[in-house]
């Protein structure tokens, strides 16, 4: 798989992530400017990370790029989203869990 596609496929998942905690913590169909801007700031660390090659999500990453007040906005997306993914996209959330299972094995393997 290409880095492109990772890339693609990590704000693909973050924003679903985000649009899942905003539709039930803030109501609405479309994101508060809140998570609108979480939004945007995600997509933009995912396009500049430079360890895309060598990780499958964020959520795996040991340098954690994002500015600590935005970190802990996204784990409070990921703690209450991660859950209901499997409601809202059972494929996702199957790939994301074997992606990361086998990301912690390869680690593993290589330390």
Known sequence: MDVTSKREREKETVSLMIAIYCRKKHGGNTLCPDCAALDAYARLRSDKCPFMETKTFCSNCKVHCYKPDMREKIRAVMRFSGPRMIFHHPVM???HVIETKNEK???ENNI
Do not use: G, Q
Request: charged share 50%; hydrophobic share 50%.
């Open 105 to 107: 094995k390869r680690l």
């Open 93 to 95: 959330a199957i790939r």
